[in-house]
């Protein structure tokens, strides 16, 4: 795990020296993000479980990116398919429009 | 109906699916379990065998189907070989009380005889039997996802403290 965080951090300085005087812009770019599902093999990814799928859409109902759920590919695949079925059944919403 | 069998399937084997279907909320429950009847009958008619039956009970629907906001949520895990849900979904489009239905299929080639059958008189009654109408049964399912858990997955990252500079 620090080796990783090391390695980022290496990375990291490099984008820092770029961005200059942009002052702590970067703040949470050294943050790694573990997949969930990876870390905790027990949750499995159902589109029956729309209290866990919430987590990967937005309020307005969009899937989150992987950028920003930190997912990785397989897990982002297998939600998404998640979240079109959940979306056919009525679990989640297709989309949260305004009034 | 003589239709043709998938050649992917390993003979003498068949798939696993799972159907669910959702009722109109004012289904009573005799209607409920007449269309859970029709159900069975199709699927056990056709070779099927029938793992499971549950009753989600009535939820709030995330958006409107056919004009209505809530719905009798029927779960069906089977296994069964082709068409048997082609002839499922044929029945259900028919029937008006039906207004959503999806089958998913899960697994293939599996022998039925090794799957046990969670099955028995008691399942269809139970099934046939909506829960109260509670807005927060739809909450209080899907028990297996820890609840404030992924907090951090959406913590803005510029309100984080900023990172000391090494130079």
């Not at chain 1, 027990?42 to 990967?56: A, E, H, M, V, W």
């Not at chain 2, 056990?44 to 029938?50: A, C, D, L, T």
């Not at chain 2, 899960?106 to 039925?112: A, F, G, K, R, T």
């Amino acid at each position: 795990m620090s080796r990783i965080e090391d390695d980022l951090d290496d990375k990291g300085d490099d984008r820092r020296g770029g961005k200059g005087g942009r002052g702590g812009g970067g703040g949470g770019m050294n943050r790694r993000k573990v997949c969930r599902f990876c870390a905790e093999t027990t949750t499995l990814i159902d589109y029956k479980n729309p209290q866990l799928l919430r987590s990967f859409v937005t309020d307005r109902g969009k899937m989150v990116p992987r950028r920003i759920s930190g997912s990785c590919a397989k897990h982002q695949r297998a939600i998404s398919v998640a979240v079109r079925r959940a979306r056919m059944l009525a679990l989640l919403p297709i989309t949260v429009g305004g009034e | 109906m003589a239709r043709l069998q998938s050649l992917r399937d390993a003979p003498g084997t068949s798939r696993e699916y799972e159907t669910v279907y959702i009722l109109r909320p004012n289904t009573a429950n005799d209607g409920v379990a007449e269309i859970n009847t029709k159900v069975k009958g199709i699927i056990e008619g056709m070779g099927g065998k029938i793992l499971k039956v549950d009753n989600w009970g009535k939820r709030r629907l995330a958006y409107e189907v056919a004009k209505e906001r809530k719905g009798i949520y029927l779960y069906w895990r089977y296994l069964a070989t082709a068409g048997v849900v082609e002839e499922t979904e044929r029945n259900l489009r028919m029937l008006d009380l039906v207004i959503r239905f999806m089958t998913v299929r899960l697994d293939e080639s599996i022998n039925p005889e090794a799957r046990p059958t969670e099955i028995d008189d008691a399942s269809y009654e139970r099934a046939a039997t909506t829960a109260a109408d509670e807005e927060d049964l739809f909450l209080s399912r899907g028990d297996a996802a820890p609840a404030g858990d992924d907090d951090d997955e959406y913590e803005n990252p510029v309100a984080e403290a900023p990172i000391g500079q090494e130079n």
